[in-house]
């Protein structure tokens, strides 16, 4: 890249009158990206008829990368640098370190290490009116009792489970070293900076932090992502601490865990966890000692199998007239009955006897799944799970094998994580936000959303389907299981 950047330099033409030599690229940079999209748009709109597409996008394509080359020329800066700078960036967010590169205690004696394996016990009684949660381990009280400490109850008496999960997949918990009495005292440096007064309020006040960005957030009920605003908040709350090694994604990755283990505990009222910082895990435990994962394995197979069995007598009878009319008459039409039906039915509990919910929202997932099959046929970078496909192999939107793939892969685990407050009001209305979202790329005036934004928005769809059968399999289970038998063979 600098041997192009080098090389680019040497073309660059002198602004007449001077003035601001960098207002020209930056203008070029952003015109020839929308040249880019503007080709793609001709080739949305011609198909086949377009063979010059992947000529007319290299030479697009090369125009943007010199203007971004002429930029980064008149700022000081090298193209090697700002790659190498963005796959740092990219992998910090969306790698998470391996488990062997967590612990900071490794080479201590074990009574300055973090427990490697051990289960806590949540022990609720009601004093007042209020929750009281006292943890212990091996039968010992671990810190003193905990209320909501709130004029709500909204199970912040759990908050110890957030520790215990960045003590699982960070290897750091200031707080649960001193309740463990397992401070790094052999060195007193470590002990004043790492696991002193400071570094326990900054890993109390993360814990608030995110408490108060999930109870906004269905407590990341479904979530598979925290916002990364929430990330580079905590990442300057720790810059000056160990922890600060760790990228953006093992955050997430304690954040998620950590919440999975606080729901089952909340609906529980208490129980025990298993904590696991060799294999970066924290389990909440069914009362037979094993761990809470049994009914979720089987929920997910009955699922995806009763799905796809749908889906292939629908396609059987119906073949491509989902399709048949293009992306806006066809296929968003369909999805639009779904989705209106949805949030009718979730504002006024209505039904009717020829389509119940459970039927409507089974419909509107597989409705999103088929539309990211017809966005792959399009462009297969849009939808990752679903590769280039070779033209004898036909498109992945005809026939049942694209909607199968996707079946096969996508995440269900907001269908087996159980629900505090099951309600269908607020997934519908995440439903209707994200559809108008999704209307919202075809203006009346002008080019469509780029594909991989609808894409996204179809992803979100399914994601949010799931979520409300999972509110329907706890609140309607005769009716979910009725469904699961009618087509499960």
């Known amino acids: 890249m600098a041997t192009y950047q080098s090389a680019a330099a040497k073309t660059i033409q002198p602004v007449r009158g001077g003035g601001d030599s960098l207002v020209v690229p930056l203008l070029g940079l952003a015109g020839e990206a929308g040249a880019a999209l503007n080709a793609y748009k001709k080739h949305l709109r011609d198909g086949p008829a377009d063979p010059q597409f992947r000529a007319r996008m290299r030479e697009k394509l090369g125009d943007v990368l010199w203007y971004l080359a002429t930029v980064a020329g008149h700022l000081d800066l090298d193209l090697d640098d700002i790659a190498t700078a963005n796959l740092t960036k990219i992998t910090d967010r969306w790698r998470p370190s ?184 924290l389990v909440v435990l069914d009362p037979d000692g094993e761990p809470h994962t049994a009914p979720s394995t089987s929920a997910a197979r009955d699922f995806r199998q009763a799905v796809i069995n749908l889906h292939r007598g629908k396609d059987a009878a119906y073949g491509d007239s989902w399709k048949r009319r293009g992306e806006q008459i066809s296929i968003l039409a369909n999805i639009a009955r779904k989705v209106d039906r949805f949030t009718l039915v979730a504002e006024s509990g209505v039904t009717t006897a020829d389509e119940s919910t459970v039927d409507t929202v089974v419909d509107l997932y597989v409705y999103a799944l088929k539309y990211l099959t017809y966005l792959a046929d399009q462009d297969s970078t849009a939808v990752p799970d679903l590769p280039d496909r070779s033209t004898a192999a036909g498109p992945w939107s005809d026939g049942p094998d694209g909607l199968e793939h996707l079946v096969a892969v996508f995440d269900l685990t ?76």
């Not at 994200?434 to 005036?445: D, G, H, N, V």
């Not at 002008?446 to 769809?461: H, I, M, N, Q, Y």
């Not at 509110?471 to 299981?481: F, I, N, S």
């Open 98 to 281: 391996l488990a062997s590169s967590i612990p900071f205690d490794a080479d201590l004696d074990p009574i300055e290490q973090l427990p490697r394996q051990a289960d806590f016990t949540f022990t609720v009684s009601t004093t007042d009116g209020r929750d009281v949660s006292v943890l212990s381990c091996a039968g010992e009280q671990v810190g003193d009792p905990i209320t909501d400490a709130s004029h709500i109850a909204d199970g912040y008496c759990f908050h110890d489970v957030f520790h215990l999960s960045y003590a699982a997949v960070l290897g750091w918990s200031p707080v649960m070293r001193a309740l463990l009495k397992r401070k790094r005292r052999s060195n007193p440096e470590t002990d004043e900076a790492e696991d002193g007064g400071r570094a326990v309020v900054i890993e109390e006040g993360i814990s608030a932090l995110v408490f108060g960005y999930a109870s906004r957030h269905e407590y990341l009920e479904g979530k598979s992502h925290v916002d990364n605003d929430v990330l580079n908040t905590i990442t300057g709350m720790v810059a000056h601490l160990e922890v600060a090694a760790h990228r953006a994604a093992d955050w997430e990755k304690a954040i998620l865990t950590g919440f999975t283990a606080w729901r089952e505990l909340r609906r529980r009222r208490g129980g025990t966890v298993r904590l696991d910082l060799d294999a970066q895990t």
């Open 414 to 489: 907001a269908l087996t994580d159980l629900i505090a407050s099951p309600s269908l009001v607020p997934v519908a209305a995440d439903v209707d936000r994200t559809f108008t979202e999704l209307e919202a790329c075809f203006p009346a005036a002008g080019s469509a959303a780029p594909l991989t934004t609808r894409a996204r928005l179809a992803v979100d769809l399914a994601a949010q389907a799931v979520r409300a059968v999972a509110v329907l399999r706890e609140t309607q289970p005769d009716a979910y299981a009725a469904f699961i038998r009618s087509i499960r063979n």
